[in-house]
């Protein structure tokens, strides 16, 4: 009788930690060449990553119908309007009509870059597996950091580590 009952806590605390665990392992480990990608803007404009080395790239993977995605953008916006000249920020869409995306846009005022990820095959490369999914690479195109998922107060782990980077940058 008392080994069943210390089964069940042992179980469940055992299975637990795995699933803490896997969650910290998803996205890129820190320190890896990210992996190149080429897709089109919604303006027609295609966004390569490897030719914009020089600069600390900010990505932020998202759709119109995620709740926490749309709770995370206006920070997004934000990072874009402070550190545009010194960053690049990117909020890939993914699998999502480009007219959707861009009436979503447009009724929210948001001006950052939006390349369309239409198939998921760089949010794969990427190995988001839930968004939001942020990924802030080095002016050598090197993860820096990835959060995965969006809650109050994160915004501000993202402007440290943006300006870590900048700074690193202008070296």
Same mark, same amino acid.
């Given at each position: 009788?008392? %080994? ?5 806590? %042992?179980? %469940?605390?055992?299975?637990?930690? #795995?699933?803490?665990? /896997?969650?910290?392992? @998803?996205? &890129? ?20 990553? /490897?030719?914009?080395? =020089?600069?600390? $790239? *900010? ?7 995620? #709740? !926490? ?20 920020? &990117? ?14 846009? @447009?009724?929210?005022?948001?001006? *950052?870059? $939006?390349?369309?990820?239409?198939? =998921?095959? $760089? ?6 597996? #839930?968004? !939001? ?6 002016? @050598? =195109?090197?993860?820096?950091? $990835? @959060?995965?998922?969006? =809650? !109050? #107060?994160?915004?501000?782990? *993202? ?9 690193? /940058?202008?070296?």
């Amino acid at each position: 009788m008392h %080994a069943r009952w210390w089964t069940i806590p %042992a179980l %469940a605390t055992l299975t637990a930690l #795995g699933a803490h665990a /896997s969650l910290q392992q @998803q996205g &890129l480990p820190i320190g890896t060449e990210a992996p190149d990608f080429r897709l089109e803007t919604l303006d027609g404009k295609v966004v390569e990553l /490897s030719k914009l080395r =020089g600069k600390p $790239v *900010f990505i932020d993977f998202w759709a119109t119908w995620c #709740g !926490p995605c749309r709770r995370a953008l206006p920070h997004t916006q934000k990072l874009a309007e402070k550190y545009g000249k010194d960053a690049h920020i &990117l909020a890939i869409n993914l699998k999502e009509d480009p007219e959707t995306v861009r009436e979503f846009l @447009q009724k929210h005022n948001y001006t *950052f870059t $939006v390349p369309m990820d239409i198939n =998921g095959e $760089v949010a794969t490369a990427y190995r988001v597996r #839930g968004i !939001p999914h942020f990924v802030l690479l080095d002016a @050598q =195109g090197k993860v820096q950091f $990835v @959060q995965i998922g969006y =809650g !109050p #107060g994160i915004e501000r782990k *993202f402007e440290v580590e943006l300006q870590k980077a900048i700074r690193q /940058s202008s070296r």
